[in-house]
């Protein structure tokens, strides 16, 4: 029996040990009821969620809430981020059964928003835009009360696939920046930071009414000063929602981790982010692009309605 290497590409890669967390980034075990029947609507389905595919430290929490964020187009990505934990190599085909999949468990589980995000497959000729607009289309048939976020990958030299996914009417455009522009060519070789802002930046001139949402990490080594431009640039993109968390390294053969940043140090960077003015900032040690996502929303609405 032949063992498939999750991370081919990181095989010869050095080894990083990893550092001790510290104790404000523990997370709790749960066995709760709403945990199993969150995990069972899952694996019925036979669908892929980022909380395991990307070993999410939030996991125990969201599902023992009945939340859960959908991956979809598979579990295996043509990119290879030195931060992900994803697993990387020539994804299957489509399953074109896996909107009816996506809403069906939405329905069961009851949410009143739901995050999806997906792999990058470079190898379609629309990136999946068209496979993220059937998904919203018949999600939102199914849960005509569930509101619907997408994660969305870069949709790098595929022209205006982007727009596909918009056209389905998302009530949020998410794309995760992830790092400071200095570490793009270490940490996300295959993306460029340039052509992640344009996407924010078109996103929300195609699609005015959708909330656009981008998320950061820290700990690779960046300064304040690199993290402070790329708020600028986030705003400059028009961007409405910004979500920092820290970076948690997978394994001994990822990225390695520069630092742990302590609470303050969050709650400093999203002061200073609510000041250049983006709606909506979350910023924590455990904070996920999807994490509490539900609760994030509405008060996202509210303070789009404050401010007009």
Known sequence: MTIKIRHPEKVNKPVNPIKKKPDWIRSK???SKEFFLTKTVVNQNNL???CQEANCPNITECWSKRHATFMIMGDTCTRACAFCDVRTGKPL???QYEPIKIANAVNKLNLKHVVITSVNRDDLPDGGSNHFYNVIMITRKKNS???IEVLTPDFLRKNESYKRV????PD???HNIETVP???RQIRPGARYLGSLELLYNAKKYQKEVFTKSGLMVGFGETKKEIIQVMDDLRESDVDFLTIGQYLQPSKKHFPLYRYY???EFRELEIIAKEKGFLMVSSSPLTRSSYHADKDFYKLKNSKINTH
Not at 166 to 169: E, I, M, P, S
């Open 48 to 50: 892929v969620t980022v």
């Open 172 to 174: 949020v455009f998410n």
């Open 93 to 95: 085909k489509l399953d």
């Open 145 to 147: 009360g569930t509101t």
């Open 166 to 169: 918009l056209d389905a009417k």
């Open 262 to 264: 302590d609470p303050s």
């Open 182 to 184: 200095n570490f793009y």
């Open 29 to 31: 075990l749960s066995n």
